[in-house]
């Protein structure tokens, strides 16, 4: 008696944990198994916000209504927004960020998976990195740090319609899609 007591005692706890673990792999599939470009292109077109940057350095959520308050003051704001993403086919799209000096544009063109290989007009990162001007060996050194830095194999993954995450070796970053009536 006991022992059925005790198996049906772990059975009943058990239960849900397995039921969240499922749950929880279904959401991870969808994120992470994506086998078509399209799992990342479909509807991307629009303006989003990089929300990476609302988070501390240690880690740390932002501050509850940070990101309310952020979307409020910076979608639709043309002289200080976010990136605007526009597809260009099913398997690749731009993203548009508006610099000091004036808009940069990059391409992610996917390879397989969830990876887009990110390029990009190498004299408009100069320009907005205010590298253009700099002469000498330490410009040189530094265009082609940054060059180095930023044309890379990049993970991009939706983790739903409006998040998305880019993942470098250095960072991920993480976007949020502006409301529609904010465009």
């Given at each position: 008696?006991?022992?059925?007591?005790?198996?049906?005692?772990a059975?009943?706890?058990?239960?849900?944990?397995?039921a969240?673990?499922?749950?929880?792999?279904?959401?991870?599939?969808?994120?992470?198994?994506?086998?078509?470009?399209?799992?990342?292109?479909?509807?991307?077109?629009?303006?989003w916000?990089?929300?990476?940057?609302?988070?501390?350095?240690?880690?740390?959520?932002?501050?509850p209504?940070?990101?309310?308050?952020?979307?409020?003051?910076i979608?639709?704001?043309?002289?200080?927004?976010?990136?605007?993403?526009?597809?260009?086919?099913?398997?690749?799209?731009?993203m548009?960020?508006?610099?000091?000096?004036?808009?940069?544009?990059?391409?992610?063109?996917?390879?397989?998976?969830?990876q887009f290989?990110?390029?990009?007009?190498?004299?408009?990162l100069?320009?907005?990195?205010?590298?253009?001007?700099?002469?000498?060996?330490?410009?040189?050194?530094?265009r082609?740090r940054?060059l180095?830095?930023?044309?890379?194999?990049?993970?991009?993954?939706?983790?739903?319609?409006d998040?998305?995450?880019?993942?470098?070796?250095?960072?991920?970053?993480?976007?949020?899609?502006?409301?529609?009536?904010?465009?």
């Amino acid at each position: 008696m006991r022992l059925t007591l005790a198996f049906t005692l772990a059975f009943v706890v058990a239960g849900p944990a397995h039921a969240e673990i499922e749950a929880d792999f279904a959401d991870a599939n969808r994120i992470f198994a994506q086998v078509s470009p399209l799992a990342v292109t479909d509807d991307i077109a629009g303006e989003w916000l990089p929300l990476s940057t609302l988070a501390n350095l240690n880690g740390a959520e932002p501050d509850p209504g940070l990101i309310s308050s952020f979307i409020e003051r910076i979608c639709g704001n043309d002289p200080v927004r976010g990136a605007t993403f526009t597809p260009l086919d099913d398997s690749s799209f731009e993203m548009t960020s508006a610099t000091a000096r004036g808009d940069l544009t990059y391409r992610f063109d996917w390879i397989g998976g969830a990876q887009f290989y990110r390029s990009f007009d190498p004299a408009a990162l100069f320009s907005a990195l205010g590298l253009d001007t700099m002469d000498a060996e330490r410009g040189q050194e530094m265009r082609a740090r940054s060059l180095d830095g930023t044309s890379s194999l990049v993970t991009v993954h939706r983790l739903t319609p409006d998040l998305l995450a880019m993942a470098t070796a250095q960072r991920v970053e993480i976007y949020g899609r502006c409301p529609e009536g904010d465009l």
